[in-house]
């Protein structure tokens, strides 16, 4: 197999070759002499590294993956295609790879790990092979990669068996490769990147933004006419029909699970409101975009921003830094006062709810979410900036310059996949992990000559490398500490199904309550609501005490993070007290603020 890689190495190989079309091709033995071997196997060194750090093990739910360790093992065991009705993805193409994972290693919360994993270290090494292709030099490229690998939510969610992470590892191997195959004499490449593409699909339906982002791209590369229209619709239509055949199929089959596509349906309830909540909701998705994406590409930003300013005129550099301080200023002050919140103010892996935390207020000190949120400022506005830079090098770049080909794909599969987060009433920030390696092409690489694309100079590379080991370093902890506390709480159910209650009466949290109890307490549809999948619970397991129970054993966590959760974040066993009327469950996400957050409500 061949792979596709940019100057200089690329360049020494086959000098003559005409590189408006993009660097040629290298040889698997061209790319272990040109160093980006060196820089894979870098990157897989640090990745096992992060693994054994983290030390994985022992627990074997999170999130909402316990419903999609049910489908695999189904699959694995017994050879059927059955969702779990908790399940809102397409999930045939994790669950095929799960269930393979289960046939290899066999243990199964080693397996669904290790499955993820494996993807993880993939959607780094695919970054890495893509920002080459689009001519990015070696250090930015591994620092573009490391900030993936590095960042909290993508490293937390490679440790569970959830989408997200391998849903983006793919659809980042199918971008390089439907890059290369577009710029480049070997077409068959796009073949495999087709595959791949429809592999993601397997994964998330929000795969459609690929067959889009090809269109776009191939309309600015290539003069329109009826052909290149056709050639670029057809995808999507084939992906829409796709799509629609497996949910008719899912329908008349009766396998249609409860929560499958409902944020489609959320979508249209919100568009169907009143313009002002539509427009409010749509504000703070934009929101939402320019903060963590601000923070999260920061290490990127401080590389291409530097390099940005080095080819403007002076007068209109300084133009450009006086509007990015006070767009940044603006964005702050619209935090802190007007939203009256720090970073993080979306959940839930990065806030409230995961990294460490569980389900408790994570009293970080102001200082460190101040610095949070001005450093989110700060590449927000110098990540615009950049992206505006960017827009203008597309309009004025040769159609046939094969970095204008990938920045366009990059950019628009990041708008299609974020656009939809923008009117959807139930979002999470881990929603924005596939917008994240599109947004790091679109800031390293430059359309246009080599004699044109100016670079940063070697402090911002270092600061960008000391950017990227202060995330890394959150990001190990954070995910030591919320596995840690994972685990106690399996510890934590284990001892109170030792008390004598049957396991309906136990509230352990809506993760376990979903892994052992989801459908089995009230009705199918009433199972939708995590409220419904305990009965009137006798025993809690918590980090935080209840009101009206007594703790009969604490079970210490040891927390890398000082700040992270409440109290002295043990998990903590309590029973109800004996007179007490029943218990109404966990509060809401918009009970987060409550002083009372995290405590049980007595009924009149």
């Not at 409902?262 to 568009?271: E, K, S």
């Not at 396991?503 to 993760?511: C, D, L, Q, T």
Request: aromatic share 8%; proline share 6%; with cysteine.
């Amino acid at each position: 197999m061949t792979l596709h890689l940019s100057p200089p190495a690329a360049e020494r190989l086959e000098p003559r070759r005409d590189r408006a079309l993009g660097a040629p091709l290298q040889t698997i033995a061209a790319l272990l002499a040109s160093g980006d071997a060196r820089a894979l196997g870098g990157l897989l060194v640090l990745w096992v590294a992060a693994i054994l750090l983290v030390s994985p093990g022992g627990t074997d739910a999170h999130i909402d993956d316990w419903a999609f360790r049910f489908s695999a093992s189904e699959l694995a065991d017994h050879g059927r295609f059955v969702l779990h009705d908790w399940v809102a993805p397409n999930l045939l193409s994790h669950l095929a790879w799960g269930a393979l994972f289960i046939q290899l290693i066999g243990d199964r919360s080693l397996a669904f790990t290790a499955s993820t994993l494996v993807l993880g270290y993939g959607g780094g090494a695919a970054i890495y092979l893509w920002l080459r292709a689009a001519r990015v030099t070696p250090a930015a490229a591994f620092l573009g990669a490391a900030c993936l690998l590095a960042n909290p939510i993508y490293l937390v969610l490679s440790f569970t068996f959830m989408t997200d992470v391998p849903a983006t590892a793919v659809q980042v191997m199918a971008l390089l490769l439907l890059g290369i195959g577009a710029t480049s004499p070997r077409p068959w490449l796009s073949g495999i990147g087709w595959a791949l593409a429809l592999v993601s699909l397997g994964y998330r339906q929000t795969a459609i933004a690929i067959p889009i982002g090809m269109a776009a791209a191939r309309w600015r590369r290539l003069p329109l006419s009826g052909r290149l229209v056709l050639a670029a619709i057809l995808p999507i239509v084939a992906f829409i029909v796709l799509q629609a055949l497996y949910q008719v199929i899912l329908a008349e089959t009766g396998r249609t699970p409860v929560q499958h596509n409902f944020n489609a349906a959320d979508i249209r309830t919100l568009a169907a409101s009143s313009w002002p909540a539509l427009l409010e909701h749509v504000a703070l998705g934009l929101a939402y975009a320019f903060f963590y994406l601000g923070l999260f590409a920061l290490p990127v930003v401080v590389i291409a921003y530097p390099a940005m300013v080095r080819g403007l005129a002076p007068r209109t550099a300084m133009a450009v830094h006086a509007g990015v301080a006070v767009l940044a200023l603006a964005a702050l002050g619209l935090l802190l006062l007007v939203f009256g919140d720090t970073m993080p103010f979306w959940y839930h892996v990065l806030g409230r709810w995961g990294l460490g935390g569980d389900h408790a207020d994570q009293g970080q000190p102001h200082a460190v979410a101040l610095a949070l949120s001005l450093a989110s400022a700060a590449g927000g506005a110098m990540g615009l900036a950049v992206l505006v830079h960017r827009l203008v090098q597309l309009w004025t770049a040769d159609r046939r310059d094969a970095v204008a080909f990938n920045v366009t794909l990059a950019l628009t599969v990041g708008f299609v996949l974020y656009a939809p987060i923008l009117v959807m009433p139930a979002r999470y920030d881990r929603y924005i992990l596939p917008v994240l390696p599109c947004l790091i092409l679109a800031l390293l690489a430059q359309p246009g000559a080599a004699a044109v694309r100016p670079k940063a100079g070697r402090i911002w590379h270092a600061l960008a490398a000391v950017l990227v080991i202060a995330s890394a370093a959150w990001s190990l902890a954070g995910t030591r500490d919320f596995l840690a506390i994972s685990r106690m709480r399996q510890e934590g159910l284990t001892l109170a199904m030792g008390l004598g209650e049957p396991r309906e009466r136990i509230n352990a949290g809506w993760v376990l309550n979903g892994r052992d109890l989801y459908g089995q307490v009230g009705s199918k549809a009433g199972a939708i609501s995590p409220r419904s999948w305990v009965a009137d619970p006798v025993i809690v397991v918590d980090v935080v005490p209840y009101h009206g129970y007594e703790t009969v054993a604490r079970l210490p966590v040891r927390r890398i993070i000082p700040w992270r959760g409440a109290g002295d974040g043990s998990v903590l066993v309590q029973r109800r007290m004996a007179g007490l009327g029943a218990f109404i469950g966990p509060p809401s996400y918009d009970q987060l603020s409550h002083p009372e957050f995290g405590r049980a409500r007595e009924r009149d």
